[in-house]
């Protein structure tokens, strides 16, 4: 039984450096880039659990993800939202559209892991 | 100038003893005012004494200057008795208290 | 006998005795011991200077010719002194409240203040002055006569003694009059001195007469029978001469300068007054006790044809009485002295203070301030005009010959300063009086007088026979003594009665028909209600009349509307007995209250208070609160102006805010990109050194790309704080250009290379070096810079498989044009609005840089004086960069 991360993050060297991490810790890492075509990437790859950046080409983090909860079986995936910017607003923003976890850029590798652990715990339980 | 309506009693004027005060200060100034006037028309008589150029006698210069000088001698004599007066009305004056004179 | 030589010893000596108790009553006076100087005795004997030389010989010569007419001299000023509970005592209260310095002063001020009127009377006053210096300079000049006579070894010579004695008397006044310049004109010295010099020609006359009488004649009874004995033994005045002469000499009593000055200018008390008011004419009395008897004895004694103006000398001289003769000669000297020595100050006074000064002033605007040298100024004034006003008298005794009896030319002086009264009584009686009336009848009477009195008087010097004789271009009705055909009157009632009565007349007409200044009527108000306003009880209707002013007052500060509407609620608040309210305290306190709110709290408690109040206020004063409602005036048209104006800056304002609210929020937006920005590399940098460091068993290779990783990243960081804090600086404006002169050739050369360096992309550029040869005068470094980034953005971004980059340059309109063109796919369209702005990026390539090197572009071009433009239909992106020739040409 394989976990399926997708990652959507421009940033290659972040995207490198948390495909690293959460390969180590056993799951199957897959990475996107765009913003404009997200939302059927993330339909298509069926994944246990989504890492989605904030500032994206094409369409912003804040979009995809309120379309994503528009969709009925989209509801119940954990997505956890990264941003560079820092701001409390971008925080609130992200709440009222559905996240399930935000976290702040430059963030630990242990606190990514346990971000990671906790929501894919929280999944599995419901 | 002052006249008799002045008297007109009224709520803010002060007691009866000081309006028999202003009253007579009223009525000295009056008789100072009426000096002059009478003086002119004592100087004025001379102009009727004939002047000795017709068939009538005229008045000889020593009673004339008995007159004039008679007239001012009286003339000088009233002002010296309205001078004291009119200080003893300003001392009483100084001593009532101003009432309706706007101060600053 | 005394000699020639003694008599002028004498006078020396008595002079400088008078210096001395001037001196010492100065001295006194600044000690604060003088109180005894400023008693009512010293007030009153100060006031006989109206007994001039004149009335010492003159009056003993008018009595031998026509008996009794020269009292009316004596008799016209008894009568103004006994009225001075209404006359006097308001002339000096007014003098004293407004602070006047004399007559001129007195006139301008109460008709607003205005310097023609001062200049008209000051000349009327030193015309009519001039005749009575003449006449002082003629009588001192006749009595040195007499003792010439006697003295057989005197050199005497009459033309040249006259000029002694004016050259003397100018001097005279002018060490006693202007040693100190008081600033409130007052005198104690030379009033100390006057009062002196009446004490001894009161004696000296006294001394005479008792001579005459009980010496000569034996008794009163004898003298009484002597006299009726004499050829003016009976009563015998020409009636109009008697009217006019009391009517004229009460007159100039009032008006003369001199008399003005010790009445009311130098005046310490208003309560002298009633001391004086019986005390002077008592003293005039004494003055005129004595004169028939001399005139009679003279008469009797002396020889057919001897001068009856010197008896006074010459009937002791006659007797053999030599020290009485010298007593008498002092008495003489010491009326002429005084009377010169106050006139002379007075007329000083008003010609510098209205003349001189305000032609000083006005020739000073210029150069600033002018505080320093005023009273140097002033006192060289008053000195040149006693010179001056000395040798008019001089000249004036030249002219008329010296023939003239004493009396008549102090009667042609006094007839030419009563032409002040109607102005001055007007002025002080009738609010209605204006300064057009004044002004026009002030010079009806003056020309009349000059028509009629005194050039005639002259006796040919000035005016021929034939206008004497048959009127102007041989009117008639014009003769200068004759007017309008009426003939056979005495030259000085026909003068009297012309002058003053059209006088009288033009100035109440002209008065009726012209309309007053606010400041006119201000001071039309407080000089005609001056007691309602100070000491004494405020009758009923004297209230009524400072509510009127008050009224007037408010209206003109408030406007008449709301001005009614005001009064009339106080009205209704009193009870309405009237229609105007009473001048209780609790309304003027709320009239203050609103007037403040126009014009300021201080302008309208000194507004009020010179109405009502006891405070009294100087011309100076007054015309500062004129001054201050003109500025108001123009305060509230500026308003108009500021209103429309603060309308206009309230709209800037908002557009300000607004723009401060975008530019807030750019701010925010441009840090929130900062941190983007930082917190970018910061993250992989972040999580690869913790993946370094906590990863166990990562293999060489992975550790050589992860650490190339980390230091890429930390290069982009220097690389953004770098185009950071050059941003900032060009923003800020605080670059400092470091311009120096090449041909953009070399520019080109330098930069291009640079650009290309350390990048594994090709890049074609491609330039026509001919036409680059384009001198420069600018920052060559700052513009390399710009030339970097766009070839640098160009190798970044350029789509084409082989990407070419030209760089034309040409001179277009006064201006090098450079553009840089590649054959990519260039910027959409959408975009292109937005390349030049911060953290803009077009395209996905993240590792180029932060997006702000168009961004320094556009504001190096800025700061160069050029500009750079997205420059669209190129085929692909092209930028052109523009730079001034100006920076070339200024180079050359």
Known sequence: ?126 | MSSDEDRKPSGVRPSLFLERQSYRRRRLSDAARLLPFLGAALLAIPLLWPDGQGAQEGVSLSSAIFYIFTCWVAMIGASLVFGFAARRMRAHEDSEPETDRWQR | MATLNVLILVCLGYVVLLFGVAFAADRLAAAGRGAWLRSPLVYTLSLSIYCTAWTFYGAVGNAARSGLEFVTIYLGPTLVMVSWWWGLRKLVRVGRSQRVTSIADLISSRYGKSNTLAICVTILAVLGGTPYIALQLQSITLSFSIFAEADPTGLYREGSSVFWVAAGLAVFAILFGTRNLDVNERHHGVVTAIALESVVKLFALLAVGAFVVWGVAGGVGPMMDRIDASEIGQWNVDAGRWTTFIFLSAAAFICLPRMFQVMVVENADEGHLRTAAWAFPLYLLLMSLFVVPIAVVGLDLLPEGSNPDLFVLTVPLSQGNDWLAMLSFIGGFSSATSMVIVTAMALSTMVSNHVVMPIWLSMQEGSGSVSGDVRNVVLVARRVSIAVIMALGYYYYRLSGGGAALASIGLIAFAGISQILPALVGGLFWRGATRTGALVGLSVGFLLWIYTLLLPGMEGALMSETVLQYGPFGLGWLRPQALFGIEGMDPIVHTVMWSLSLNTIAFCVASLLSFPSPLERLQGAQFVNVFDHSVAPRGWSGSVAQSEDLMIMTQRILGAGPAQEFFQAEVDLQGGRSNLPEPTPAFLERLERELSGSVGAATAHAMIGQIVGGSSVSVEDLLAVADESAQMLEYSSQLELKSAELTRTARQLREANTKLTQISEQKDSFLSQVSHELRTPMTSIRAFSEIMRDTEGLSGEEQTRYAAIIHDEALRLTRLLDDLLDLSVLESGRVNLNVGDDTLRSVLDRAVPSALAGSNRTLTVRRTKTTERIPLHTDLDRLGQVFINLISNAQKYCDAEEPVLTIAAHDVGGQVVIDFADNGSGIPPEARSMVFEKFARVGVDKAGGAGLGLAICREIMQRLGGEITYLPGQGGAAFRVRLPMAYQQAAQ
């Open chain 1, 1 to 126: 039984m394989s976990r399926k991360v997708l990652l959507i993050e421009d940033e290659p060297n972040i995207a490198e450096a948390i495909r690293f991490l959460l390969t180590r810790e056993g799951w199957q890492v897959e990475t996107h880039a765009e913003g404009s075509d997200a939302l059927q990437v993330i339909q298509g790859a069926d994944p246990d659990l989504v890492i989605l950046d904030v500032m994206l080409p094409g369409k912003s983090g804040m979009e995809i993800l309120r379309d994503l909860r528009e969709l009925e079986h989209m509801q119940g995936l954990p997505v956890l939202m990264l941003t560079a910017r820092g701001q409390s607003r971008d925080r609130e923003m992200a709440e009222n559209a559905g996240v399930s976890r935000f976290m702040t850029k430059p963030f630990s590798n242990t606190e990514m892991l346990t971000a990671v652990r906790d929501l894919h715990a929280q999944a599995t339980q419901s």
